[in-house]
T-cell receptor, first 113, second 113 residues
């Protein structure tokens, strides 16, 4: 099956700085790569996703890049704010079974005011 | 708008006891999922139901059974609980299996002694 590696496991940044989280995947057939944010005591919530026919996608302060050749994708958060503090998960899926996600182990992001 | 509702939120079991986790969604979604989340392990898919009347195994199905009771409800049963099943369980739904975004409940924390 698919194996998704995520780094770093913890990340601390100052408010206003940028944060970057990186993931690699093993299954070349994977073609859907979402990012989920999980706040304490809550379920994960989708913040952005990208499909394999696109190299980059932006939504305000959040962007995701995908390199299919190298099998890696990254989440970029600019102008970080304390409310960005949470656990972030990358994931991968393929074909018509996009709910069958393979998750990375998560990154605890802390944004210090 | 309740979204995905899970019950119970907390449960303590003794080894060998059985229990059922309940999940209901009010978004008229076709596909539903059960994931478990363990510290440092991300989320792993236990079972999913692509549509009413169908269920399939995910990544870690051993020790679990599921029932898609109707379009709204998807239950997860532990027939003989083991300490290795101590985890936080998340139910999720999506419009269709290929629709992308999963909507998660708030989780059910299960401890098996």
């Amino acid at each position: 099956g698919e194996n998704v590696e995520q780094h770093p496991s913890t990340l601390s940044v100052q408010e206003g700085d940028s944060a970057v989280i990186k993931c690699t995947y093993s299954d070349s057939a994977s073609n859907y790569f979402p990012w989920y944010k999980q706040e304490l005591g809550k379920g994960p919530q989708l913040i952005i996703d990208i499909r394999s026919n696109v190299g980059e996608k932006k939504d305000q302060r959040i962007a995701v890049t995908l390199n299919k050749t190298a099998k890696h994708f990254s989440l970029h958060i600019t102008e970080t704010q304390p409310e960005d503090s949470a656990v972030y998960f990358c994931a991968a899926a393929r074909g018509s079974t996009l709910g069958r996600l393979y998750f990375g182990r998560g990154t605890q992001l802390t944004v210090w005011p | 708008n309740a979204g995905v509702t899970q019950t119970p939120k907390f449960q303590v079991l003794k080894t060998g006891q059985s229990m059922t986790l309940q999940c209901a969604q009010d978004m008229n979604h076709n596909s539903m999922y059960w994931y478990r989340q363990d510290p440092g392990m991300g989320l792993r898919l236990i079972y999913y139901s692509a549509s009413e009347g169908t269920t399939d195994k995910g990544e870690v199905p051993n020790g679990y059974n599921v029932s898609r009771l109707n379009k709204r409800e998807f239950s997860l049963r532990l027939e003989s609980a083991a300490p290795s099943q101590t985890s936080v369980y998340f139910c999720a739904s999506s419009e269709w299996g290929d629709a992308g975004e999963l909507f998660f409940g708030e989780g059910s924390r299960l401890t098996v002694l």
